[in-house]
C-alpha cells in the first residue's frame, strides 16, 4: 500500500507551490522546481528533476517557455489535478510500487495502460492500426471501471484511452476521470466530436487530456482522413487552447510525408494552435491487406531520430518517437513492461500494434493478466536487441515475434482472416534487414559520441581537481 501521508503531502505541495509560482511564474519557477526536489524519493527521480531544473531555468531554454506556458495558459482546476496526479501518483509513488511487484512476482509491471473503450469512430482513416478489429467491439462501463481500479491497487496511475474513436464514448470518459480522481488520463483522439459542452466537462474533472491526430497539414491530413477532418481537428485545438485544456497532437510519418510532419513550419502551427506535446509514430503494416511499402524507409527513419531531437531541443513542446526513442526507454516498453494495449473486444495485447493475446480482461483480473503466457514471453526476450534503435519485436526483430507467438500460444485478435505470424514476417523480415544496417550505423555513431563526452567530462573534472 501506499505512504497515505506521503500521498497528502505531495499532493498539497504541488497544489500549493502552483498557487505561489502561478503568481510571479518568471520570479517563483525554480522556487517550485527545489520543492520537487524534495519530494523526490529514489536517486533516479532527484537526478531527474536536477536535469529538468537546470533546463527550465535557463531563460532562454525552450523548456523555460514550455514551463511558462503551462502555468500561466492552463485552466488553475487542470493544471493542479494533473500535476498532482501525474508527478505524485503516477511517477513519484507509483514507479516504486509498480518495480517492487513486478521484482516479488517477477512479472512486468507497467507504468500506463492503453485501452480502447470501443473500436466504433466515425472516420475510416488509411493505415489505421485499429482498422482490423471488429467495429462493433466495446467495453462496458463496469468493465472499464474495474480495470482502471485494479491498475490503480499496483500503482499504476495513468491510463491512456485508444479506439476506435474514444470520444464515441465521451459521457463515460468524464465519468471514469470523475471515479478516479487519483488518474491521469489521457485520449487520442480525431478531434471531430470535441465541442463546448465536452470541453466544459474536462475543465470540471480536471486530469483528462487529449492527443489529436492529424497527418500534415490540410491536402494530406484529408486525404489520408476524410474532408474538412483537418479544419475540424483544429478547431477542437483552438477551443481547448482557449479553455485551458492540456493537448498535443498525434501523427504517423510514413513512406512520403516525413519532411511534413517533422518540419519547422508544421510544428510550430501545432505549438501555435496549442499543442505541449508531439507524439510521433511509424507506419507498421498491420493486417493481411496493409501494404509494406507505405513504412518510412531505412534513410526516412534515421532522418526522424534526428530531427526529433532537434525538436525536443528548440521547441516549447514535448516530443516523442514511440520507435526512435528506444535509446531512452532502454528497448521496447511493450508487454507491461512500461504499458500494454486492452482492445475494444477485452483482448489483452502486449502493443496497440501486435494483434496477438492469450487472455482477455473480460475474465481476468489486470493482474493475472500481466502473467499470462505472452506477456511472459515478452519479459523474457526483453530487450530484443542491443542497438536500442532496433527496440521493436514486430518491425525490427520480427524473428522475436514470430517466436514468441509460437512459444506461448497466442491467438490472432483480427477480425476476418488473421494474418499468421509467419506471414507477417515474411512481409516485414525484408525492410526489418534494411533498417538493421542504417540503424548499426547510427547506433556506432552515437556510441562514439557518449564515449567522447564521457571522456571530456572525466578530463574536465580532473582539470578542476588540480
Request: net charge negative.
Amino acid at each position: 500500500m501506499f505512504d497515505y501521508a506521503e500521498k497528502v503531502l505531495g499532493k498539497a505541495i504541488v497544489s500549493q507551490g502552483l498557487k505561489y509560482v502561478s503568481g510571479n511564474p518568471e520570479e517563483n519557477l525554480p522556487k517550485i522546481l527545489s520543492l520537487g526536489e524534495k519530494i523526490a524519493k529514489r536517486p533516479s527521480d532527484k537526478e531527474t528533476v536536477e536535469k529538468v531544473k537546470a533546463q527550465v531555468e535557463d531563460p532562454n531554454s525552450n523548456w523555460h517557455q514550455f514551463a511558462i506556458t503551462l502555468l500561466t495558459r492552463i485552466d488553475p482546476n487542470i493544471r493542479q489535478k494533473t500535476a498532482g496526479n501525474f508527478f505524485v501518483d503516477a511517477c513519484l509513488l507509483g514507479n516504486p510500487k509498480q518495480n517492487e511487484l513486478s521484482e516479488k512476482y517477477d512479472i512486468n509491471v507497467p507504468w500506463a495502460i492503453l485501452i480502447d473503450p470501443t473500436a466504433a469512430c466515425n472516420l475510416k482513416c488509411v493505415g489505421c492500426w485499429a482498422g482490423e478489429y471488429n467495429k462493433k467491439d466495446a467495453l462496458d462501463y463496469d468493465t472499464l471501471n474495474r480495470v482502471i481500479g485494479e491498475a490503480e491497487s499496483l500503482g499504476i496511475f495513468f491510463t491512456i484511452f485508444s479506439g476506435g474513436e474514444p470520444t464515441v464514448r465521451k459521457d463515460d470518459l468524464v465519468k471514469l476521470a470523475e471515479a478516479h480522481p487519483d488518474s491521469v488520463f489521457l485520449s487520442f483522439t480525431n478531434g471531430t466530436l470535441i465541442d463546448d459542452d465536452f470541453i466544459k466537462e474536462i475543465k470540471r474533472v480536471g486530469n483528462l487530456a487529449f492527443a489529436v491526430s492529424v497527418d500534415g497539414f490540410k491536402e494530406t491530413t484529408n486525404a489520408r482522413r476524410g474532408d474538412k477532418v483537418y479544419e475540424r481537428a483544429l478547431d477542437a485545438m483552438e477551443r481547448m487552447r482557449d479553455a485551458g485544456v492540456i493537448f498535443g497532437y498525434s501523427t504517423m510519418y510514413m513512406n512520403g510525408n516525413l519532411d511534413e510532419v517533422s518540419s519547422d513550419e508544421f510544428v510550430d502551427l501545432m505549438v501555435e494552435k496549442g499543442c505541449l506535446f508531439g507524439w510521433y509514430f511509424t507506419y507498421v503494416p498491420v493486417g493481411r491487406d496493409s501494404n509494406p511499402s507505405m513504412m518510412a524507409t531505412p534513410e526516412e527513419r534515421a532522418q526522424m531520430y534526428k530531427r526529433i531531437n532537434e525538436i525536443r531541443s528548440t521547441k516549447p513542446l514535448f516530443a516523442i518517437d514511440f520507435w526512435n526513442d528506444g535509446e531512452f526507454a532502454h528497448g521496447c516498453i511493450a508487454g507491461g513492461r512500461r504499458y500494454l494495449h486492452i482492445n475494444a473486444n477485452g483482448d489483452v495485447e502486449p502493443c496497440a500494434f501486435v494483434h496477438y493475446a492469450t487472455c482477455n480482461i473480460k475474465n481476468t483480473s489486470l493482474f493475472d493478466a500481466l502473467k499470462s503466457p505472452l506477456m511472459m514471453e515478452y519479459r523474457r526476450h526483453q530487450p530484443f536487441n542491443e542497438n536500442m534503435l532496433r527496440p521493436c519485436p514486430l518491425i525490427d526483430n520480427p524473428e522475436a515475434m514470430q517466436e514468441m507467438v509460437h512459444a506461448s500460444g497466442a491467438h490472432s485478435t483480427q477480425m476476418g482472416e488473421p494474418e499468421e505470424v509467419d506471414d507477417f514476417y515474411n512481409k516485414i523480415k525484408p525492410n526489418s534487414d534494411k533498417w538493421a544496417k542504417k540503424a548499426g550505423e547510427l547506433w556506432d555513431k552515437r556510441q562514439e559520441e557518449i564515449s567522447e563526452a564521457a571522456r571530456a567530462n572525466e578530463e574536465s573534472a580532473t582539470g578542476a581537481e588540480k
